[in-house]
């Protein structure tokens, strides 16, 4: 930790916030970025801190990538610059944001509400990937979020789902096959969910999710074609004869004729 409060470095940065271009403060953040990196394991608090401080002036102004790469280096530390994590976090360019929205635990549970509410579909699939979804998390994603996002909350086991969020995750499956898959593999799915997800979806469908599921809940499924061809078998689609069709159509021209005459 000497390096850190040493005068060159001092004299470097101080240099960098009143006059430096582009390319020289990027090439600073990356030398106190590493220097960081290297010994985060042993910082105390405090000097995270320290380092929060100086990366988020820094880290003002620079291009994209560098703040991606940034974001990407600092997710998975257990002790994190947390303003500066907030800031990233935040950041309008989802791919500077995704990675400590993803992973990053010294996030606000606030913060993250507050970012599924304001931002796009980049933003709320990284959320949707945490480890942990708290339901008032989950209900923000399902209502926001487009195919993609749910894909990515429907198979996360540490999402936690409320019935209501269930049920419009059903209704999503029959529109996106993947999201369906995504379901089956749940662990936490009711019995009564999985057997309305099968009897709502095409017979092909219904194949594959039977064969990419569990066995304790092949059961279920098989159970569930069985009473859907069933109810089909009961209600049989209306037979169209095509003579009558043909007449049908061939009727309506003439009848307008007349109409208008």
Known sequence: MTVIASPDLIAKLDHVLKAASPDLR???????????????????????????????????????????????????????????ARRLANHDDADVAAPILRACECIPETDLIDIAWMRA?????????????????????????DSSV??????????DVTSAGLAMMVDAAERDEDIAGALVSRKDL??????????????RQQARLLKI??????DVIRAAIGASAARASANPPATIDP????????????QAVRAAS
Do not use: W
């Open 26 to 84: 990027r090439r600073m953040l990356q030398e106190v970025a590493g220097l960081f990196l290297e010994d985060a394991h042993r910082l105390s608090e405090h000097h995270v801190e320290v380092f929060d401080d100086i990366l988020i002036r820094l880290s003002e102004n620079v291009e994209l990538r560098t703040l991606t790469t940034l974001s990407r280096s600092l997710a998975d530390l257990h002790l994190v610059p947390r303003e500066l």
């Open 121 to 145: 579909e980049g933003h709320l699939s990284a959320i949707a990937g945490r480890k942990a979804v708290s339901q008032e998390l989950t209900d923000i994603l399902l209502m926001r979020g």
């Open 150 to 159: 749910l894909r990515v909350l429907a198979g996360n086991p540490g999402a």
């Open 190 to 203: 009711p019995h009564r969910v999985l057997a309305d997800l099968v009897m709502r979806s095409a017979p």
């Open 213 to 218: 599921a569990r066995p304790d809940i092949q």
């Open 243 to 254: 003579a009558e069709a043909r007449a049908t159509v061939v009727a309506k021209p003439v």
